[in-house]
């Protein structure tokens, strides 16, 4: 930790959330300042790196000065009067539990850019394609630094446009469907959500957040709470997403293009989880409360049914897509997530917001890996994968394809790696859920999610099987190993899910005191 000054914070936190938006302008000028390129698509790419670049060096110096003996409290707070009639207000702050999720967006960003400098999207120019890239992380940043209700959904909003252009201007095979129903389903769930966060901020007289939690509920009826939870909590589903509310997400990813689907999985989903984590836990615990089992049913329905769903593409013979493969596998690990949330136990909530961000990197590795498979076999079909590799990726590309295992073994929850500590405590706080909570139905949702742990190694280690070590002969050529631009964009999410594995107290030091404070009446 270093010291800095608490007008600098304020300044950082606001560049971040803001500098990205600046950046999508400028890159739409005939011109876009920076730095030069051969051609104006080359500019504008490097345009993307530098604002991008600057965007989590300004996050990485947030996370440095940020006050980690205290991190329950809100830090690089702004609070500015916009709408007085509405009391509305510019309210920025972070803590322990947004800090995190903060710093992962900057850092996912930073590599897409990065990759596709290397690997420029088709098209004549990328304008385009950097100015929608920025303009998704603007409302994403946003939407985990804003603590004012309808701020909160009009970055939540944001990012529905540019993800919907990413994927069906630059998608691939269907991808014109797979974009309207994204941008469809999303809406929908937003204009439930709208209702619910405008009736909490009548009932409340605020829509502060901060002052929401600390409140704890007491200002709002236990009616008014169910009513919110209920339509807020459908909005955050749809973009979580939670089963059944997910048929939307593997035909994003299938079509969408590898920058897209590495975004989309590594943090567009989190924005849904950390809704009920920031908003629905402590502004209506006795509504959420009301809905937990139910919540809970839904999530270990969604793990089962997306490995089932995994382990269908995985087989051999059956016309399994990777992308969608790994698609389906997020509907299981969201399960996850959204099982810790419902214990509201300081474990379970505390095993969510870890398996949120140790999704976000090895999510976002594979979607990379996959991309990468794509651009040298043209295709990411299994069966064509297997004949493309022939007798193994290992001797084809060996980095490629111990990078591929390496994912697919974090994946699954191998002990040591990120994955493992956030699902293992979103089980554990079912063991013990919180006070007015079944504990005979969370203990039969313990048993399966564990259960979800056992088909998540069974098609992990199929698609290993089948795409690394082959058994196929054949004579087709080696393929390209790794790039050096791969290796740049990929490094760091494998050196920081083996950190969070082997460290985990780098993030639940910072998540744990937040979370025991939201939990006991929200965070002052």
């Known amino acids: 930790m270093i010291d800095i000054n608490e007008s600098v914070m304020q300044f ?7 500098g990205p938006l600046l950046g999508a302008a400028a890159a739409l000028l005939p011109a876009p300042p920076g730095l030069k390129g ?5 500019a504008v790419l490097r345009h993307g790196v530098a604002v991008t670049g600057a965007v989590l060096i300004a996050a990485i110096v947030l996370a440095l000065g940020f006050d980690h003996d205290h991190p329950s409290k809100m830090q690089a707070t702004t609070d500015i009067s916009w709408i007085p009639a509405l009391d509305v207000r510019i309210h920025l702050g972070i803590d322990g539990i947004s800090l995190p999720l903060l710093v992962l967006t900057a850092l996912l960003t930073f590599l897409c850019a990065l990759y596709s400098y290397f690997k420029p999207p088709a098209g004549p120019t990328p304008k385009a394609f950097v100015a929608l890239v920025l303009l998704l992380e603007s409302g994403t940043l946003a939407t985990f630094a804003v603590l ?37 389903f999303t809406l929908l769930g937003s204009v439930v959500m709208l209702l619910g966060l405008l009736l909490i901020g009548i009932k409340a007289g605020t829509f502060d957040m901060v002052a929401l939690a600390t409140d704890n509920g007491r200002s709002l009826t236990a009616s008014v709470q169910v009513i919110a939870v209920l339509a807020i909590g459908i909005g955050l589903a749809v973009k979580t997403p939670m089963w059944p509310l997910h048929s939307w997400l593997p035909d994003a990813h299938t079509a969408a293009p590898t920058v897209g689907s590495v975004l989309l999985a590594g943090v567009l989903l989190k924005m849904g989880t950390y809704g ?37 593409l995985a087989k051999q013979g059956a016309k399994g897509d990777l992308k969608r493969l790994i698609a389906y596998s997020s509907v299981g690990h969201m399960g996850f997530v959204l099982l810790g949330i419902a214990t509201m136990t ?15 990197l090895i999510t976002g590795l594979l979607f990379f890996l996959v991309g990468a498979l794509k651009d040298r076999t043209g295709s990411t079909d299994l069966d064509t994968l297997a004949e493309e590799t022939g007798a193994a990726l290992y001797g084809k590309a060996p980095h490629l394809g111990g990078l591929l295992a390496f994912g697919a073994v974090a994946s699954l929850g191998l002990p040591g790696l990120a994955g493992f500590w956030g699902e293992m405590l979103a089980l554990f706080g079912s063991f013990e859920p919180a006070a007015g909570l ?54 760091p999410l494998v050196a920081l899910t083996v950190l969070a594995g082997l460290w985990p107290k780098t993030l639940l ?8 404070q939201l939990l006991a009446g929200g965070s002052r």
């Open 148 to 184: 004012d209700l309808l701020l909160f959904f009009l970055a939540f909003e944001t990012v529905l446009i540019p993800m919907y252009f990413l994927i069906a201007r630059w998608g691939g095979e269907g991808r014109t469907r797979a974009a309207w129903r994204f941008i469809l």
């Open 276 to 312: 009920f984590v920031r908003i629905l836990l402590p502004v209506a615990p006795d509504g959420f409360r009301t809905f937990a089992p139910y919540l809970a049913a839904f999530a270990v329905v969604g793990i089962i049914y997306g490995s089932l769903a995994c382990l269908a």
């Open 346 to 360: 300081p474990t379970g909530v505390n095993g969510a917001l870890f398996a949120n961000i140790a999704h976000g």
């Open 38 to 42: 051969k051609s104006p698509g080359q």
């Open 12 to 18: 950082l936190l606001a560049f971040v959330v803001v």
């Open 509 to 516: 030091g910072l998540t744990d005191p937040a979370v025991q």
């Open 438 to 491: 079944s504990r005979p139905a969370f203990l039969t949702f313990m048993a399966i999610g564990a259960f979800g742990t056992l088909l998540t190694a069974a098609y992990m280690l199929i698609v290993v099987r089948r795409v690394c070590m082959g058994g196929i002969e054949n004579e087709t050529p080696k393929l390209a190993d790794v790039h050096g631009y791969e290796f740049a964009a990929w490094t």
